[in-house]
């Protein structure tokens, strides 16, 4: 079984064949080319209808604790 994972999301690949493979999210499963299944997926996650997925929650949690911190010295004179 082959897995890959895009923009957070895992693509299964079982059977072998170029057109089979499945992306899972929650309850909902596609079938499809690779092609075809990373295109739904940039074109859901343009529409903002996606769920936060592992690797989004932790890019939001750098983001916040580096914006967190002042990074900003004040002069010294």
């Not at 990373?38 to 983001?63: M, N």
């Amino acid at each position: 079984m082959k897995k890959i994972v895009y923009q957070g999301f895992v693509l299964t690949n079982s059977e072998g064949r170029t057109d089979s493979w499945k992306l899972t999210i929650k309850d909902q499963q596609r079938i499809g080319s690779l092609f075809e299944l990373r295109r739904l997926v940039g074109y859901f996650l343009e529409l903002g209808i996606l769920p936060a997925t592992r690797s989004s929650l932790q890019d939001a949690k750098q983001t916040q604790n580096t914006m967190s911190k002042n990074t900003v010295k004040p002069k010294r004179r």
